[in-house]
């Protein structure tokens, strides 16, 4: 699109950070066996072990950034003081897991959409050689997200793919979604029954507070306990890629609504 004199792209990042999510509240694995992703040592080995870098220029070709939050930096309530992702280190992964009580690694499955974001079954693919090379042994489980959902919601699964857009362009909301406590209308999306009695304390204040400077430390504070708790593997922000023809001028959100009244035709 780039090389023709009548169409070019307008590059831009989403709001969706595509992140990996664990069985927390799970005893076992698929396979019958302890489930590891229990201990937080080893979703943390998980963190060491994927190679963002090189799936952003190889998979990604450049356009994605990493990832450190469960939204994109720049967005309202994102945690400065948690800005830091871990560092791609096989030999802290490997080191993590022996502390944990796997040297040897261990088998699981890695289930993945192949038709919901960007290259998402690639993605998968490159993740479980990743995790290979610490004896993390992934039987990757690609499908439709029609079919995918609902084995999520199934508890079909050890470790899966996810991308979460914020609706509200907040860091509340994936926090309201993806990590409070499961039930009828909050954590709703928390398919691994992560449980923290100190982000449910803080939703509230998220939601109500009017000082931006306490807000923020509510923030702050949420941010830093799921780092900690590895709660999720956030990879990276994916890329906003549209072809535009020549005499066309488009505005690009990026939560990637397209808004006819936003296009120009000349």
């Known amino acids: 699109v780039d090389s023709n004199a009548e169409t070019r792209v307008i590059r831009g990042i989403e709001s969706r950070v595509i992140m990996l999510g664990f069985a927390h509240d799970h005893e076992t694995l698929q396979n019958g066996e302890p489930n590891p992703f229990q201990d937080a040592r080893v979703r943390r080995a998980v963190a060491h072990a994927v190679n963002v870098t090189a799936i952003l220029q190889t998979i990604m070709r450049g356009s994605a950034e990493p990832a450190a939050q469960l939204v994109a930096a720049g967005t309202s309530g994102y945690s400065d003081a948690n800005g830091a992702r871990p560092d791609y280190d096989l030999d802290a992964a490997q080191a993590l897991l022996s502390e944990a009580g796997y040297p040897d690694g261990f088998a699981f499955d890695l289930s993945c959409p192949n038709d919901r974001y960007l290259n998402d079954e690639a993605v998968c693919q490159a993740i479980v050689g990743m995790l290979a090379q610490v004896g993390m042994t992934a039987t990757l489980d690609a499908m439709p997200v029609s079919n995918y959902w609902p084995e999520l919601r199934a508890d079909n699964f ?61 923030m702050d504070e949420a941010a830093a306990i799921i780092q900690e708790d590895m709660v ?35």
């Open 158 to 218: 050890d470790m899966y793919l996810l991308g979460w857009s914020p609706g509200t362009f907040d860091a509340e909301h994936p926090i309201r979604f993806l990590v409070h406590t499961s039930g009828e209308r909050l954590g709703t999306w928390n398919f691994g029954g992560y449980s923290s009695d100190r982000i449910d304390e803080l939703l509230p204040v998220m939601q109500s507070e009017i000082d931006p400077a306490a807000r923020q430390a509510a």
């Open 232 to 266: 999720y593997v956030p990879l990276y922000v994916q890329p906003l890629l549209w072809g535009v023809r020549e005499g066309v001028e488009v505005t690009q959100r990026p939560d990637n609504f397209f808004i006819l009244r936003w296009v120009t035709v000349n």
